[in-house]
Structure formats: structure tokens, C-alpha cells
């Protein structure tokens, strides 16, 4: 498996020698940074396996971007090409953390991409902080405290944004990858309150 660092590259050519409906679309994510890749890379979780959890996440953000942002290895396809896509990406994901057998990242990142769509349907604020909270938790486990803010995200608490970046901060301390979130944080455009 690549390095970390490489997680875009990496799944731009998997996407390319797949030979699918997608291939034509794939394109060089150049210099852009796999910032939440190297987030969850950083984590104590991933310990000996960096650049799969950099791949799965990057790929799972890459559906996303697919669905509601701008992509940055599957660009040029139409809308619902796209939205296929997406979906495809968010799976292949999942299917990789299957396969490293981490029942608690699937759980996690499956609640980033439900509760994703449901923000994005109530107008999609507190988006950021739950990407950089779901991916602290991928990458160092959870608590308590964050769960709740999770709950009450879903109940559509909108101020449970807050709880959420403050728990991901609280769990990156933790785990010693407090700068590795801040970066993800800068690289995504967040910036705490």
C-alpha cells in the first residue's frame, strides 16, 4: 500500500485501471492534499495500515465531494453520472474497512454519509465539523461525550455543532494528533469558533 501522502494519486489510478464508466472522468488531483486521509493516518487506529485508512477516507470523501461539493479526482462527469459515482466511492470505502475489519470506523463513516445527507437537506450547516469529528474518531476512537453531540446532531440540534468539534478536539488531544486535526481543519476551510 502506498504512504499516506499518496491517497489521491493512489485512488485516481485504482479508479483509472478500473475500467468503468468513471475511468474517462478520473483526473490528476495534482498537488491537492488527502488532509483527511493524513488525519485518520495519524490516528493510533491505523497504526500499521496509513495508507489504507488515507485511501479508504479519501475515497469516502470523494463521494462526497461527488454529491454536494467539488471532486477532486472524478471530475467532467454529468449529474448523474456523478451521483453514481459518489455512491460507488462511498462503498468502495466501506468495503475496504470490511476488509480491514474495523466494525467501528464502518459504523462511523456510515453515519458521516447519513448524517451528511441529512444536513445538506436542512441547509448543510455543521457539515465541516462533523467530517473532522467523524475521521478524529476513525482515526482515535470515540467517548461518550461525542455520541451524544452525534444524537442530537441527527435530532437536528444544529447547536450540537459546537459539542461535536469540541469532542473531535478533546479525542485528537488525546490521541497526540491535535495538529493533524487542526491542519485537516485548515485544509477543508474550517475555522473554530
Given at each position: 500500500?502506498?504512504?499516506?501522502?499518496?491517497?489521491?494519486?493512489t485512488?485516481?489510478?485504482q479508479l483509472r485501471a478500473g475500467d468503468s464508466v468513471i475511468s474517462p472522468a478520473v483526473a490528476d488531483p495534482g498537488a491537492v492534499e488527502p488532509a483527511l486521509g493524513l488525519l485518520a493516518a495519524a490516528g493510533p487506529r491505523a497504526a500499521d495500515r496509513r495508507g489504507e485508512y488515507a485511501l479508504l477516507v479519501e475515497s469516502i470523501r470523494e463521494g462526497y465531494l461527488l454529491h454536494y461539493?467539488?471532486?477532486r479526482v472524478v471530475r467532467g462527469a454529468?449529474?448523474?453520472?456523478?451521483l453514481l459515482a459518489g455512491d460507488y466511492l462511498y462503498a468502495l470505502g466501506l468495503e475496504r474497512l470490511a476488509?480491514?475489519?474495523d466494525l467501528e470506523s464502518i459504523r462511523e463513516l456510515s453515519d458521516l454519509i447519513s448524517l451528511s445527507a441529512q444536513l445538506h437537506a436542512e441547509a448543510g450547516r455543521g457539515v465541516q465539523e462533523l467530517w473532522l469529528a467523524a475521521?478524529?474518531?476513525?482515526?482515535?476512537?470515540?467517548?461518550p461525550g461525542y455520541e451524544e453531540a452525534k444524537a442530537e446532531l441527527r435530532r437536528g440540534r444544529h447547536d450540537a455543532r459546537e459539542a461535536l468539534w469540541d469532542r473531535a478536539s478533546a479525542i485528537a488531544t488525546g490521541a497526540g494528533i491535535g495538529d493533524a486535526l487542526n491542519r485537516a481543519a485548515e485544509a477543508i476551510g474550517f475555522h473554530p469558533r
Open positions: 500500500m502506498p504512504a499516506a501522502e499518496h491517497a489521491l494519486s485512488l485516481a489510478a461539493g467539488e471532486p454529468d449529474d448523474d453520472l456523478a476488509a480491514l475489519g475521521v478524529t474518531v476513525v482515526a482515535a476512537g470515540s467517548e
